[in-house]
């Protein structure tokens, strides 16, 4: 199987956090599966991606869950915040 895949940035590029809220939700689960493997490559050691959507666990990433969050918006509905913490 032939798909695109990110260079890995250089560590002094790579970044401590990223925030994707309202973004992978658009996207089926090879896309997200894709986006978190590629996210990985961007993200330092130790750094952390925040998103209001679960990610699958497929593929190389070295992204691991790390903790969901729920957050009450008011009455009977909420949201919710995962975030994946960059293994080295």
């Known amino acids: 199987m032939l798909f ?3 260079q890995p940035l250089t560590e002094e590029k790579q970044f401590d956090l990223a925030i994707g809220t309202n973004v992978f939700l658009y996207y089926d689960h090879f ?3 894709l986006a ?3 996210l990985s ?3 330092k050691s130790g750094g952390l991606l ?3 959507t679960p990610l ?4 190389e990433s070295k992204l691991a869950d790390s903790a969901r969050t729920d957050i009450p918006i008011r009455l009977g509905l909420s949201d919710h915040v995962y975030s994946y913490l960059r293994r080295p």
Do not use: E, K, Y
């Open 31 to 33: 896309q997200q599966a």
């Open 41 to 43: 490559a961007m993200i």
């Open 36 to 38: 978190r493997v590629n």
């Open 56 to 59: 699958p666990p497929r593929g």
């Open 50 to 52: 925040v998103s209001n």
């Open 4 to 6: 695109c895949r990110f």
